[in-house]
């Protein structure tokens, strides 16, 4: 990391202070808010291995609760256009779902939005994901 630029070292630290994981009800549980973070093509390697870094926590989480897959939570609430990238989210889909390590660990992926902009977001997602994932995808509105 340290050959970054200063501009692409603060994404890369945008992207790592909006990932977390934690336990929650013996689930490895991943928190992703989207709105802070700012995909640029030539980080996506480094996005890659920092998301999969969280999932494998998650998973192991989930492990030492003798459960084998996690739940993601996305925030999509307050996306714009800059926070969207097609190629980012199709290079993340192709990376994850190849990855054996992940195969049926997913329990359930759920995609928190606010606004029509926020759903359309959800919806180009869910258009890349495989058929069989497709079930574990849900879209919960909020309010605020």
Do not use: W
Not at 5 to 18: H, R, T
Not at 91 to 97: G, T, V
């Amino acid at each position: 990391m340290s050959n970054l630029s200063i501009v692409e070292n603060n994404n890369f630290n945008l992207l790592k202070e909006n990932i977390k994981t934690e336990e929650i009800n013996g689930f490895g549980n991943i928190f992703i808010n989207c709105c802070n973070i700012y995909p640029k093509k030539n980080l996506y390697n480094l996005y890659l291995q920092y998301i999969v870094k969280n999932i494998k926590q998650a998973i192991e989480l989930s492990n030492n609760n003798n459960n084998n897959q996690f739940i993601a939570h996305i925030n999509l609430k307050n996306v714009k256009l800059k926070n969207f990238s097609y190629s980012f989210v199709k290079f993340l889909n192709n990376e994850l779902s190849s990855n054996p390590l992940f195969v049926d660990k997913l329990k359930a992926a759920n995609f928190y939005y606010k606004d029509t902009v926020t759903k359309n977001f959800f919806d180009f997602i869910y258009n890349i994901i495989d058929k069989d994932t497709r079930p574990k995808f849900n879209l919960i509105f909020i309010e605020k």
